[in-house]
Nanobody, 127 residues
Framework: QFQFADSGGGLVQPGGSLKLSCAAS????????IGWFRQAPGKEREGVSC?????????YAADSVKGRLTMSRDNAKNTAFLHMNNLKPEGAAVYFC???????????????????WGQGTQVTVSS
């Protein structure tokens, strides 16, 4: 049973940084790619980034976040991370993680139908 606990969100000023954590349990997390998604008020959930099961490959949804977001994972702790730097107000949302599809050692921002969603962690960017 796929279970995820998202944490690390909070209130930061524009330009600030946060590190989100995604703790996976109930399955062999080291065999699955993990993805981060976010949902802002009034908008649909959208993909942000993903990391392959090995941790060697990552993918980011938009050029606008490249260089500001870094995804990593610690398979010994069944935990994935999203490091966010130079946050902008448009990055404010509830962030969720889940298992995503993988082909070879490349991940794709498509949630696995057998996976589940954590409770999410709120990121607020405001001065």
């Amino acid at each position: 049973q796929f279970q995820f606990a998202d944490s690390g969100g909070g209130l930061v000023q524009p330009g600030g940084s946060l590190k989100l954590s995604c703790a996976a349990s109930g399955f062999s997390a080291d065999k699955y790619a993990i993805g981060w998604f976010r949902q802002a008020p009034g908008k649909e959930r959208e993909g942000v980034s993903c990391i392959s099961s090995s941790g060697r490959n990552t993918w980011y949804a938009a050029d606008s976040v490249k260089g500001r977001l870094t995804m990593s994972r610690d398979n010994a702790k069944n935990t994935a991370f999203l490091h966010m730097n130079n946050l902008k107000p448009e990055g404010a949302a509830v962030y969720f993680c889940t298992a995503v599809r993988q082909m070879g050692d490349e991940c794709a921002l498509r949630a696995m139908r057998t996976s589940s969603w954590g409770q999410g962690t709120q990121v607020t960017v405001s001065s």
